[in-house]
Antibody
Framework: QVQVVESGGGLVEPGGSLRLSCAAS????????LNWIRQIPGKGLEWVSH????????NYADSVKGRFTISRDNAKNSLYLQMNSLRAEDTAVYYC??????????WGQGTLVTVSS | DIVMTQTPLSSPVALGQPASISCRSS???????????LSWLQQRPGQPPRLLIY???NRFSGVPDRFSGSGAGTEFTLEISRVEAEDVGFYYC?????????FGGGTKVEIK
């Protein structure tokens, strides 16, 4: 059974930075492309970023391009999201998700990021 | 970007009755590899989203067979044959044919 620990969320001022982590066990991590998706509390889902299984390529939503960087360490079974120049509109619960035949298989309970002064 | 539109916004259903949710994409989701990358997620109250269906009609591991998906091209449907209390929540369609991956706005299933 897949176990996931997401961490790194918290309260940060506008313009600040956070690094989210998603550590998985019970799965061959390197087999899968991975995504970060987010959800403003009480609202719908938004895709944020994607990374291929071997980090060959990455993709970003326009809303975060140039500010966020996705990365992974397959040896540590971990996915990361470096978030810089944070804005109020980045406030959301962030989920890591596996690409399962291009279905979005969300892991973990998510981590809340709050951007506020 | 591919826009995903779900209807209805809300679906009150009596226990044991069927429910149906429609999803329309602004462009065909048929990929050049022959697959159609449309999936459905369920989000129960207070829970993270959960993958139900991938590639139109494939149930993910552990998903009850009362959930089924159908469709092609730009028109897709999620059906629940007999709604149970645990099915209450939001349902989202999502396309992964191309980036950016985009989600429908969600449909709330509630018990009448």
């Amino acid at each position: 059974q897949v176990q996931v620990v997401e961490s790194g969320g918290g309260l940060v001022e506008p313009g600040g930075s956070l690094r989210l982590s998603c550590a998985a066990s019970g799965i061959t991590f390197s087999d899968y492309s991975l995504n970060w998706i987010r959800q403003i509390p009480g609202k719908g889902l938004e895709w944020v970023s994607h990374i291929s299984s071997r980090s060959d390529y990455t993709n970003y939503a326009d809303s975060v391009k140039g500010r966020f960087t996705i990365s992974r360490d397959n040896a540590k079974n971990s996915l990361y999201l470096q978030m810089n120049s944070l804005r109020a509109e980045d406030t959301a619960v962030y989920y890591c998700a596996r690409d399962y035949s291009r279905g979005v298989d969300t892991w973990g309970q998510g981590t809340l990021v709050t951007v506020s002064s | 970007d591919i826009v995903m539109t779900q209807t209805p916004l809300s679906s009150p259903v009596a226990l044991g009755q069927p429910a149906s949710i429609s999803c329309r994409s602004s462009h065909s989701l048929l990929h050049s590899d022959g697959n159609t990358y449309l999936s459905w997620l369920q989000q129960r109250p207070g829970q993270p989203p959960r993958l139900l269906i991938y590639k139109i009609s494939n149930r993910f591991s552990g998903v009850p067979d009362r959930f089924s998906g159908s469709g092609a091209g730009t028109e897709f449907t999620l059906e629940i044959s007999r709604v149970e209390a645990e099915d209450v929540g939001f349902y989202y369609c999502v396309q992964a044919k191309q980036f950016p991956i985009t989600f429908g706005g969600g449909t709330k299933v509630e018990i009448k």
